[in-house]
Nanobody
Framework: QVQLVESGGGLVQAGGSLRLSCEAS????????MAWFRQFPGKEREFVAG???????YYADSVKGRFTISSDNAKTAVYLQMNSLKPEDTALYYC????????????????????WGQGTQVTVSS
């Protein structure tokens, strides 16, 4: 079993930065797809950024140019550097990890991922 633990969330003013971290423990796997999603109150979870097992990165249009996803070489941790934060970025952020390779599933689709963290709150004040 894999456990994912996010950290780094908090309260920041608009224009500020935060760096989210997600550490995997337990049974981990090499060369996996990982991602960050976020959820607004009363809304479905939405894709933010993803990094494939071959280090290809993907971003939602709303965060492109402001957020950067990265991972460690062992693929046991994934990070999200968030710059130029806006109040509309306020959400609960989740990291996700895939155990199985699902080539036909977009990295933007939550069904691609098998493990999820508990979430870390990001609040951006105006």
């Amino acid at each position: 079993q894999v456990q994912l633990v996010e950290s780094g969330g908090g309260l920041v003013q608009a224009g500020g930065s935060l760096r989210l971290s997600c550490e995997a423990s337990g049974r981990t796997f090499n060369r996996v797809d990982m991602a960050w999603f976020r959820q607004f109150p009363g809304k479905e979870r939405e894709f933010v950024a993803g990094i494939s097992r071959t280090d290809i990165t993907y971003y939602a249009d709303s965060v492109k140019g402001r957020f950067t996803i990265s991972s460690d070489n062992a693929k046991t941790a994934v990070y999200l550097q968030m710059n130029s934060l806006k109040p509309e970025d306020t959400a609960l952020y989740y990291c996700a990890m895939a155990r199985f390779i699902r080539e036909s599933v977009s990295p933007r689709n939550s069904v691609k991922y098998d493990y999820w963290g508990q979430g870390t709150q990001v609040t951006v004040s105006s």
